[in-house]
């Protein structure tokens, strides 16, 4: 098992960046697949960014190549660099992991057994 505790969000203006952070602990981090994951209130939680344990990367496209995901399994760490973020960027931010994960799953919530609080970020313009 994994315990995950994500920290970085918070307010800033568009076209600013933030890194979110994932702390694991419990089973070393090397052995899960992980994800960042973002909520509006009222909507579906949404697969935004994953890096299996070969570091095999996927993203959503509505992201256009403005968030960057890695892993520091040294660290037990994971991380989600978001860049010229906008308005509709502001959510409440999760990040997951999991032992395996299949290929089309990757960006699922489903796919998924372990699960941070979240963290609020919020962009103004």
């Known amino acids: 098992q994994v315990q995950l505790v994500e920290s970085g969000g918070g307010s800033v203006q568009s076209a600013g960046s933030l890194r979110l952070s994932c702390a694991a602990s419990g089973d070393p981090l090397s052995r899960y697949a992980v994800a960042w994951f973002r909520q509006i209130p009222g909507k579906e939680r949404e697969g935004i960014a994953a890096i299996d344990t070969d570091g095999v990367t996927e993203y959503a496209e509505s992201l256009a190549g403005r968030f960057i995901i890695s892993r520091d399994n040294a660290k037990n760490m994971f991380f989600l660099q978001m860049n010229n973020l906008r308005s509709e960027d502001t959510a409440m931010y999760f990040c997951?992991?999991?032992?395996?994960?299949?290929?089309?799953?990757?960006?699922?919530?489903?796919?998924?057994?372990?699960w941070g609080q979240g963290t609020q970020v919020t962009v103004s313009s």
């Open positions: 997951a992991a999991v032992g395996y994960v299949a290929r089309w799953s990757r960006l699922k919530r489903s796919g998924y057994m372990y």
